[in-house]
């Protein structure tokens, strides 16, 4: 099992080498990509103004690194020269790059060229804790804005996937909502409360799905305990699954901006991993990203 | 200025100490915070409950409650109606919940507002206090309302205003928080953004700051997409009242207390007086740090501003 950043890097290393595609890089780019390519996850392929690229890697890292220009001077091409590369087999990792997110998310969803597989997409953010050493996911953060109570089955589904993929057996499930108790006013309870139940009747697999459940109960086996409520889940989740997107995305950056925490995040629900470009995840941390990536390749996609 | 919850404690203590209903008190850790708290000279309790389950507590806390008021009361709805009665009629400074539903404090609460006919909208106020921050930042509503439409939420901010200029800060900073970002089309709550911002600039919450950020990633970096390191980002500039977009994030985001060093503190600002209304997940010192929030709040209410 995959407790730490450095553990999904070194466990990366492990594996092939990748091909990552990514359309107009910038400097800010070039960092994670020589990092990566430097420790022989990936080959970045930079897809954009020939000469533009070649200037801009001179003085970094990745000159002296395999990499890959693909020439295409058109800016508005460059995204879409990326998905058909992975697309054709030729690359197996889609970075975000300077094209903005709703262009990136149009065109990975397009039906016909883009990389969707399955009914949505969703976001992970993947947090490491310190004390005890573990890996903690919070999903989704960042697509969907108020997913129905099937869209959360899929998200959920995604978060199983990636768990699987860090080697978290038996994952553990907080369904958040406001409250511990169902509330008939209160659709986040009924939502968890159901999938709750499917848990309970084995539909997820050897995940243990509690909810609803607040953050208190959540986080802390005692002060669940203090409410009567007695868990395998409480004060050991390996899963946050969040209501909807106001909490997901204020969340995941309360998390890191007053608890200082480390993230990095994964789009789950298509044919190969694509990295995007969240302002707060660190630099160094989208290292960690394609690390994840180059893990998740090669296991046939994500989508539900 | 209050700053932090030691300067809660510190005039607490100078101020107190004041007549505080407590609604059935029957857990160990509620009667070790009343304990404290008198001992601290925070407050005088008024103990409505069940007489045998109070007296039972009181004695595993070690706590002689004989030279106290005590209210006999079994019907937790009838308890809750008879606390806030009392804050309403003036008999009472406070109202702290014990083992009581806290819906059934709210519906307490809305009655005596609607009798009273102040029009005040019921809501709760989390103070966290921040490891480097000046200030104490002020989440609300943590635990009213489920789905705040922008009406309700302009009243909500106008009770978090009423708490904060209390702690003597003029022209408190506001930031109306939406999980907004570039893809998905426009939130409901980044819409209430928009409308709030302009309302307050037209001056309908009198001294006071929307400030231009909805997320804590605009409100850390200052709009920027990216510094190398945000964690050198200048703190201070957070603003004083946080305004969540609904329960589920509100009451999820301000219990991050439970994994985060920050200290957290609720209260619910009615028109005659706090009420403190303790999770039943708090601890005893945590109770104790929200009764001397409640203290001074009542103070100031009646205009004796230290």
């Known amino acids: 099992m995959l407790k730490s950043f450095n553990g999904i890097i070194e466990a990366a290393k492990s594996g092939s080498i990748k091909r990552l595609v990514i359309p107009a890089a910038t400097m800010m780019d070039m960092q994670p990509l020589g990092k990566a390519a ?38 508005n091409k460059a995204l879409n020269t990326a998905i058909k590369y992975i697309r054709e087999g030729r690359a197996d990792i889609l970075m975000q790059g300077s094209v903005n997110h709703q262009t990136l998310m149009d065109a990975v969803m397009d039906a ?8 949505l997409m969703s976001y992970i953010s993947v947090f490491q804790l310190p004390k005890p050493e573990k890996l903690i996911l919070v999903t989704d ?66 995940a243990i799905v509690e909810g609803p459940l607040d953050i208190d109960c959540a986080l802390s086996k005692a002060a669940a305990a203090r409410k009567g409520l007695r868990s395998a889940v409480t004060g050991n989740v390996d ?26 995040g994964a789009i789950m629900g298509t044919t190969n991993p694509v990295i995007m470009n969240l302002p707060f995840v660190s630099e160094e941390n989208r290292f960690v990203e394609i690390a994840i990536a180059s893990l998740r390749c090669g296991k046939g996609g994500d989508g539900a | 200025m209050i700053r932090s919850l030691d300067d809660f404690s510190r005039i607490a203590q100078e101020k107190g100490p004041k007549k505080l209903a407590v609604l059935a008190p029957e857990d160990e850790d509620f009667m070790l915070a009343v304990k404290t708290s008198w001992q601290k000279g925070y407050i005088e309790p008024v103990l409505i409950g069940n007489t045998e389950k109070m007296q039972r507590v009181a004695e595993k806390v070690e706590f002689d409650i004989g030279g106290f008021e005590k209210i006999i009361g079994d019907e937790r709805q009838a308890i809750a109606d008879l606390g806030l009665n009392m804050l309403f009629s003036g008999k009472i400074a406070i109202v702290s919940k014990g083992q009581i539903p806290t819906s059934y404090i709210y519906r307490s609460i809305i009655r005596e507002e609607n009798k009273a006919g102040s029009g005040m909208t019921v809501s709760v106020v989390t103070f966290w206090e921040v490891p480097g921050l000046d200030h104490l930042i002020a989440f609300t509503d943590t635990g009213v309302s489920i789905k ?18 209390l702690m003597g800060y003029p022209k408190p900073r506001i930031a109306v928080l939406s999980g907004q970002r570039e893809i998905g089309g426009t939130l409901s709550s980044y819409r209430d953004f928009e409308l709030l911002r302009q309302a307050a600039a037209t001056g309908d919450f009198g001294e006071c700051e929307i400030v231009d950020g909805t997320s804590f990633t605009e409100l850390f970096l200052g709009g920027r997409s990216r510094v190398p390191d945000y964690r050198g980002v200048n703190r201070e500039d957070i603003p004083h009242i946080l305004l969540v977009p609904c329960l589920d994030t509100g009451n999820i985001i301000c219990k991050l207390d439970f994994f985060l060093d920050v200290t957290r503190c609720s209260l619910v600002a009615t028109s005659r007086g706090p009420v403190c209304i303790p999770s039943r997940s708090d601890t005893s010192d945590n109770i104790v740090e929200q009764l001397a929030m409640c203290v001074v709040v009542v103070d100031r209410m009646t205009g004796e501003v230290s």
């Open chain 1, 141 to 206: 953060t960042f697509i969907n804005n108020s997913p129905s109570l099937a869209e959360k089955q899929f998200i959920l589904e995604h978060a199983l996937r990636l768990t699987g993929i860090l080697g978290i057996d038996a994952p553990k499930v907080a369904a958040l909502a406001a409250i511990e108790q169902i509330n008939l006013n209160i659709p986040s309870t009924l939502d968890a409360a159901i999938l709750s139940k499917m848990s309970e009747r084995k539909q997820f697999g050897k």
């Open chain 1, 38 to 75: 430097g420790a022989e996850l990936i080959i970045p392929c930079l897809v954009g103004g020939g000469k533009a690229i070649e200037d801009m890697i001179e003085e970094t890292p990745l000159k002296s690194l395999p990499h890959e220009i693909i020439d295409e001077k058109d800016p």
């Open chain 1, 239 to 264: 899963i946050y699954l969040v209501p909807e997107v106001d909490t997901g995305h204020l969340l995941a950056e309360a998390l890191v901006f007053f608890g200082k925490m480390e993230t990095a």
């Open chain 2, 148 to 165: 705040p439409d922008m009406k309700t939420k302009a009243e909500i901010i106008k009770n978090a205003l009423f708490v904060y200029r």
């Open chain 1, 112 to 119: 016909k060229n883009g990389l969707r597989k399955g009914k």
